[in-house]
């Protein structure tokens, strides 16, 4: 019998005993037939005239220094979609914990879990860009979703922390199916990391200190120019698998290259911003020519079709790299964020400490 996992277009017309649940503040615990029974929560003023049953709970409010459970859900199966915004910045961190474990499998400051890494914006679709992808949606104005698939044994946790010094709301609705999970599913996994400048002739670690088997299906990144000398982004990505020491197995040809463009996204003297199903350079926030100085740039890379599989563990690096004269390689010092997105066969050990909220925060 199906069990409802792996959802495509392909098998949409597959019956399977799979159950559909949902958290949201209108239904904390994703009981069937308990949704929509508030009766306090943000909307309760809202709804005053219209009783229970009318958005009395469509979000919750975090207060500072705050941390909140989303969800925190029993069985066997696989979160299939996850919708979110509301008053959230970098300065929220959400973590997601598999089957008991109390170490987080998902430690990222909110937005960038979902590619975002600014607030800034230089179209007219709200505070955040649109970003169309098969893997992350961000639609006007605000709305983050993402449809990675994360199965599950025994239970799942969300948690989400309020590092600023104000209130902050969320609304979110967490979709999940509750089935029988094979034994090959691995657990989903990832983790931000920032190099802030990045060192002179050093390189920034997207990720390491992964152990067992799996594979890396993605990764998001900001980079925030700091450096002169025009072109950015002659850095190859470095895959070191399983046993690789000082020479990686997969060596990519450029930074741009990595994310499915080229020759600097160069079409006609500008950059040209794009958002495409695996891959985009989604987002490029000009310099004002006087306190906003330097370009930033967002883009995302999903290795859905061409995932890169590891046996005992993996690392990932990118270099940072321009021009300067006489046709020589500059090692610049720009300013990388990254979210890398994984699979891997038990729940992640430790993870990095995160930064700071000073240092954290993109002016």
């Known amino acids: ?30 009981e069937p037939g308990k949704g929509g029974m508030a009766t306090e929560g943000t ?20 207060a500072p220094g705050e941390t909140i459970t989303l969800a ?16 959230l910045s970098l300065e929220s961190i959400l973590r997601i914990y598999w089957d008991g474990s109390d170490t987080p499998s998902v430690e990222v400051p909110l937005p960038a879990f979902f ?9 007219n679709n709200g505070l955040f860009p649109l970003l169309t992808s098969s893997a992350v949606m ?38 999940y199916t509750l089935t029988e999970v094979p034994d090959d599913c691995a657990y989903f996994h990832a983790q931000y990391r920032q190099s802030c400048p990045v060192p002179y002739m050093g390189v920034h670690t997207v990720l390491d200190g992964v152990k067992g088997k799996g594979q890396f299906v993605g990764c998001a990144m900001y980079a925030g120019l700091n450096s002169a000398g025009g072109w950015w982004g002659e850095g190859e990505f470095k895959f070191y698998i399983d046993s690789d020491t000082e020479y990686p197995t997969i060596c990519g040809t450029g930074t741009e290259d990595y994310f499915l463009g080229a020759y600097n996204w160069d079409n006609g003297g500008k950059y040209e911003t794009y958002s495409g199903p695996y891959a985009g350079m989604f987002q ?23 995932p890169i599989r590891f046996e005992s563990g993996i690392k990932v690096t990118v270099q940072d790299l321009g021009w300067r004269s006489d046709g020589r390689y500059l090692s610049r010092r720009d300013d990388i964020r990254t979210v890398a997105y994984w699979y891997q066969s038990a729940p992640a050990s430790d993870f990095p400490t995160l930064p700071s909220v000073e240092e954290l925060e993109i002016n």
């Not at 098998?11 to 904390?28: H, K």
């Not at 925190?72 to 008053?87: C, E, H, K, L, Y």
């Not at 600023?164 to 969320?170: E, G, K, R, Y």
């Open 1 to 30: 019998m199906f069990n409802g996992l792996g959802m495509n277009i392909s098998n949409l017309s597959r019956l399977s005993d799979a159950r559909s649940r949902s958290v949201s503040p209108e239904n904390f615990t994703g």
């Open 43 to 62: 909307g309760k003023n809202c709804a005053r005239e219209m009783g229970r049953g009318w958005k009395i709970s469509p979000s919750v409010s975090i």
């Open 72 to 87: 925190d859900i029993s069985g066997q199966g696989a979160v299939q979609s996850i919708w979110m915004t509301g008053q």
């Open 115 to 123: 590619a975002l890494f600014t607030n800034k914006a230089e179209n």
């Open 138 to 175: 961000v639609a006007p104005c605000r709305g983050m979703s993402c449809y990675w698939e994360m199965p599950f044994r025994s239970s799942f946790r969300f948690t989400l922390e309020n590092r600023s010094a104000h209130n902050q709301v969320c609304y979110y609705q967490i979709n």
């Open 284 to 306: 490029v926030i000009p310099s004002n020519g006087l306190y906003a100085s330097q370009m930033r740039f967002s883009m995302y890379r999903w290795h859905i079709p061409d």
